[in-house]
Each structure stands twice: as C-alpha cells, then as structure tokens.
C-alpha cells in the first residue's frame, strides 16, 4: 500500500510488515494521544470537535465505528470512510476531495492529513484515524486506545450507556483481548498476508485452535466474560462478522466456515442484532474492500457471489444470563 516516508508518499514497500519466516506482522501505530473528559486535557471531549476515519474493508477501524455507535458518540465524533483506489496513494476521499476539518484545505488522499499533522512523519497510513479540528492534529491512530477512550472520554456529556471496560472484569478483558488478537485478528491476517507455506500453516492451525476454545467458551457462557457484553466481544465480532463472506475464501481461511460453530454463529447473531449495530456492517461494502482491484488480497476484481449470510436468524443466547 505504500507509506509516508520523511512527508513524502512512496508507493516502494520500504515499512515491511513480514518476518524473516515470511509471516505478517501489524507494525505499531504512531500517534497515540488520547481525549479526555478533563476540560484541561491536551485532548478534551467536546461536541464536534473530533473526526474519525474509517474504511468498510478494514476490521480494525470497524471496531471504531461500533463503539462510536454502542456508545452513543454520533453527534460529538463525526465519520468518514475512505476507500482504495486502484493504483492510489493508499486511503482515498475519491477525485472530488475533502475538505480537512478545521482547515480550508482539499485532499484526495488521507496521508496528507498526517502531513498537516506532521509534515515529517514517516509512517504507514492506517484507519481508524481520529482527527483533533481544532487543533488540526492527529490524536490517535490506534484502534485499541480509540475504542477504550471512546468508552469513557464522553461521560457526562453524551447519552448514558453501559461500560464495556468495567473496572472488576479488566484482567479478563485484557487477557480475552490478548487471546483473540493474537489467535483470530493476527491470525486471520497471517493466513491472507504470509509469504510463505509455513508461516501460513502455522497462522491457520493457531486459528482454528482458537476458534475451537472460543466455541467452547461460549457454549457455556454468553459473552466472552462472562454474563456481561465487554469491550472483548467486540473486538472479536469484526472478524467474525467478516469470516464467511471474506476470510473463508479471500484469505485462505477454508477449514471451517463460522457457520459450522453453533456457539460462536448464534453469539455472533446477537450481537449483531444489538440496535444500531447492523446500520454499521455494510458486509456487501466489506466483501467489495477485500475483492476489488486494490484490495488487500490477490483478486482479479470480481467479488464471490457467496456465502448467503443471514445475521437476523433467530439466535438462543437467552438460555444463558445476560447482563449489560
């Protein structure tokens, strides 16, 4: 995809995202400051002010889009999703521009808010991306921190809603965390991305052992911590919500289909029934990010008809405690 190198774009792959295996490996995000309900904070929650930018394709910025939706964020963080062109410069607004936040200036690409941000920066350019207009400065570009400052950095000014980082669960959330980012969201990448049979058999088999325990788990309890909806589960629910209509096939992750887990495919229903959330999964829109020409896996353009996926079937999560 290319990267800013110095301020300038180039499109030579000269941040490299494999190891010497040939396994892929997501480099770390560069900035990472955070809002704050502190009225004196570097970064403080105020209506308007801030910008995200996401993408349909990408797992990682979706996580950003459903907790702006779950928390009821709308109306104080607007949304933008990018695209890829073919033959781009990596995230794209499309020919007509956009017009960056806070300033008067048009841009086709989203490396050149980074460049407002840092004229200098050298970096891979990523979404989620949130946007400080006021003071024309990229807060963070790390979706992990993104989703858990969304949590609390708007308390007391947007609408109530539950806490998905409780303070008497965060050693659970946090190892469940570790345990689905490295066993589905890096694994899911390592079976599309890596260079070599190795590295891909070792992803797919650390998948599907992961897959296979979390069934387990949900088999027995509702969500992954339990009897309450956590930030974990929907750290989990982009890669599950992508996995038949583009894992499966675009990523070479053709074992089983989540359709043939009964715990993790009725858990998956629900939350994607939770109000809101289905307005926010476009999997048309996922399944053309991942096949079209610039997609990230090898493809001649033409989007796979299949799977069918009905994601508004009746699940039976009641038969287990449920507490938001």
């Excluded at 998905?164 to 345990?179: G, K, M, P, W």
């Excluded at 992508?242 to 993790?264: A, H, I, Q, T």
Aim: hydrophobic letters at 35%.
């Amino acid at each position: 995809m290319g990267q800013l190198v110095d301020g300038e774009w180039n499109d030579e792959n000269l941040l490299v995202q494999h190891d010497a295996k040939g396994l892929y490996f997501k480099r770390d995000s560069v900035f990472r400051g955070r809002i704050s309900n502190d009225a004196n904070s570097e970064f403080p929650a105020e209506r308007g002010r801030y910008h995200l930018y996401c993408a349909v394709a990408c797992p990682w910025a979706h996580r950003a889009t459903l907790m702006r939706t779950l928390k009821n964020l709308e109306p104080f963080v607007t949304l933008t999703n990018t695209f890829q062109e073919p033959g781009g410069q990596g995230w794209s607004f499309g020919e007509e521009g956009y017009v960056v936040p806070g300033t008067d200036r048009r841009v086709r690409w989203l490396h050149e808010l980074y460049t407002i941000a840092d004229p200098a920066c050298t970096t891979r350019v990523t979404v989620p991306t949130l946007w400080d207009a006021k003071a024309r400065r990229i807060v963070n570009n790390e979706s992990s921190e993104i989703i858990r400052m969304f949590n609390t950095a708007f308390s007391g000014i947007a609408q109530a809603s539950p806490d998905y980082y409780s303070e008497h669960l965060r050693a659970d959330i946090d190892a469940t965390n570790a345990l689905v980012l490295k066993g589905v969201n890096n694994a899911v990448n390592g079976c599309g991305y890596s260079i070599s049979q190795q590295a891909y058999n070792n992803s797919i088999k650390l998948l599907y052992e992961t897959l296979d325990s979390l069934e387990v788990r949900l088999s027995k309890q509702r969500y992954l911590c339990g009897d309450t909806e956590t930030e974990a589960d929907w750290r989990l629910f982009p890669s599950l919500v992508r996995f038949d209509p583009c894992y499966y096939v675009g990523y070479k992750c053709n074992l089983r289909r989540l359709d043939e887990y009964p715990s993790l495919s009725d858990y998956l229903r629900e939350l994607y029934q939770t109000p809101g959330i289905a307005e926010v999964c476009d999997i048309d829109g996922m399944k053309q990010g991942v096949f079209n020409a610039a997609g990230p896996v090898g493809s001649n353009g033409i989007v796979p008809i299949g799977p069918t996926v009905d994601h508004s079937r009746p699940h039976d999560r009641a038969r287990l405690i449920r507490r938001i």
